[in-house]
């Protein structure tokens, strides 16, 4: 059991790396990111259940990351949203609006 979760969290990491490598929108970015750490999710909760079945470490880290998930795509779209307004765009090659 512990391959076939550990190969599932892998499989959506390369997804999640790849979306966020060749995409070109900046909501697609983020939920590639979310995609990444979902995976982490999935390895910490499978790693905690293979080593210690009697305590939740893996699941209380999970339920961490999960909370700066959070945090990270509400202050990300909000982001994207103030960019999307001033530059009605959200393409990462378009986007020179941090630059000096």
Known sequence: MLEHTLNLGAFISCIGIFGSITSRNMVRALMCLEL?????????????????DS??????FSIFVVSIAAAEATIGLAIVSAIYRNRNSTRIDQFDLLKW
């Open 36 to 52: 990444i750490l979902n995976a982490v999710n999935i390895n910490l909760v499978s790693f905690s259940n293979f080593l210690d």
């Open 55 to 60: 305590q939740m470490k893996g699941e209380i």
